[in-house]
């Protein structure tokens, strides 16, 4: 089993940055790609960015593209989001995902991700 553990989300005034931080631990896979979700209140789950294992496949939401970067550290086992320009309407919970069936591409779809981390708040104030 792989254990994800999100850090870094907290309380934002609209424009602030915010990083996010994913350790992985536990069974830690060769390679595997990367993924943040999001979900707000009262709404489905979404896509936010996702990295391959070597990092040069990327993807983004256009919500948040030119905003956000999504890095990694394989040493460290570790996927940041970087979120700057934030909004009020990028408050939820964000988590990060592992696909462990996916070493050269990356997945936009929570489906194809295997495990999850527990979530991290982001809260935007206006």
């Known amino acids: 089993q792989m254990q994800l553990v999100e850090s870094g989300g907290g309380l934002v005034q609209a424009g602030g940055s915010l990083r996010l931080s994913c350790a992985a631990s536990?069974?830690?896979?060769?390679?595997?790609?990367m993924g943040w979700f999001r979900q707000a209140p009262g709404k489905e789950r979404e896509f936010v960015a996702a990295?391959?294992?070597?990092?040069?496949?990327?993807y983004y939401a256009d919500s948040v593209k030119g905003r956000f970067t999504i890095s990694r550290d394989n040493a460290k086992n570790t996927v940041y989001l970087q979120m700057n320009s934030l909004k009020p309407e990028d408050t939820a919970v964000y988590y990060c995902?592992?696909?462990?069936?996916?070493?050269?591409?990356?997945?936009?779809?929570?489906?194809?991700?295997?495990?999850w981390g527990q979530g991290t708040q982001v809260t935007v104030s206006s």
């Open positions: 990295i391959s294992w070597s990092g040069g496949r990327i």
């Open positions: 995902a592992a696909d462990t069936s996916k070493v050269a591409v990356c997945s936009t779809r929570d489906g194809e991700y295997d495990y």
């Open positions: 536990g069974r830690t896979f060769t390679s595997y790609a």
